[in-house]
């Protein structure tokens, strides 16, 4: 049955690109850890008693917050089937899936965190507003989200350097739900401020992600648009355009390993008591 909302990214996220996300996950864990490791920092800022983590995918974040805070139940939230599948629980760590804008929240988490899962809603309003009900009065909001795709490089050098050989390929709408949907501080800003949270505020954070160079292939097959075409193609073709993406990366590899800056927002907000 086709969902009531978000049908385009519930069909991606629990098609081919939930299914890269999970085959991929410990590299997804390991080129994003500097962002795991600031929502960590923002959870142990002071008692917490109940933590949600939205998109939260394999569940990484929920973990790391989960084993940071103690006993205090976590629960991470997501549309993706193949990704929920394989979130391993643990005593205080607990996963769903389902759609964030939708799902009725009950108000039981002071804080609410997420790494880059919370850029895709069709009605972004609609869904920090359903977000407010998983809050309690006065509950924080913790997420952070990727700024414009010309400041983060390294997302877009396999579009680019295929381009040429693939002009057909899906590019996202800046102000649409995809990776770059709330890179706009005003927009992001006025959804936040519609949907009723209050005290909003923006950081830019800059943080270097990096991974073992002889994991890059595998991750440029697995993960988005370009990952995505790859895995339709056949093996000679996959091997002629995938020459061509790892020779675009060359500037970020030195020492056997690839490294990239990445530039995000997080973006801090309360729950009005
Ligand atoms: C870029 S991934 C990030 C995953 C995870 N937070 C991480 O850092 O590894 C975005 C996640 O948001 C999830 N997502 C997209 N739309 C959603 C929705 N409406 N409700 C819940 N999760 C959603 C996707 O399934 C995906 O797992």
Redesign the pocket.
């Known amino acids: 049955m086709t969902p009531e909302?978000?049908s385009e990214?519930?069909a991606?996220?629990n098609g081919p690109?939930?299914h890269g996300?999970a085959a991929a996950?410990d590299m997804?864990?390991v080129v994003?850890q500097p962002?795991?490791d600031l929502l960590v920092a923002a959870a142990s800022e002071r008692p917490r008693t109940g933590v949600l983590?939205?998109?939260?995918?394999?569940?990484?974040?929920t973990r790391a917050i989960a084993a940071a805070l103690g006993d205090v139940p976590c629960l991470g939230?997501?549309?993706?089937g193949p990704?929920i599948a394989v979130a391993q629980e643990t005593a205080n760590a607990r996963f769903v899936e389902?759609?964030?804008?939708i799902?009725p929240f009950k108000a039981e988490f002071d804080l609410i965190v997420?790494?880059?899962?919370?850029?895709?809603?069709d009605d972004p309003v609609a869904?920090f507003r359903n977000l407010r009900k998983a809050a309690k009065p006065g509950g924080e909001l913790r997420v952070v989200v990727w700024r414009d795709k010309d400041e983060n490089p390294f997302m877009t050098t396999a579009e680019r350097a295929v381009a040429p050989l693939m002009p057909d390929l899906p590019t996202f709408a800046p102000d649409g739900?995809g990776?770059y949907g709330l890179a706009d501080p005003d927009r992001a800003r006025k959804v936040l401020d519609e949907s009723g949270w209050t005290g909003v505020d923006f950081r830019e954070v800059d943080l270097t992600c990096s991974m073992p160079e002889d994991v890059l292939p595998q991750y440029l097959t697995m993960l988005g648009p370009v990952g995505r075409a790859l895995q339709t193609m056949d093996e000679q073709e996959r091997d002629e355009v995938l020459k061509t993406v790892l020779r675009a990366f060359d500037p970020f590899v030195k020492d056997g390993q690839v490294s990239f800056p990445s530039a995000a927002w997080e973006i801090k907000a309360l729950n009005p008591l």
């Open positions: 909302v978000n990214q519930a991606l996220w690109g939930g996300w996950r997804v864990d994003l962002y795991e983590d939205v998109g939260c995918g394999t569940g990484g974040v939230v997501d549309i993706s990704q389902a759609d964030a804008q799902h997420s790494r880059f899962g919370v850029m895709f809603f869904a739900p990776p």
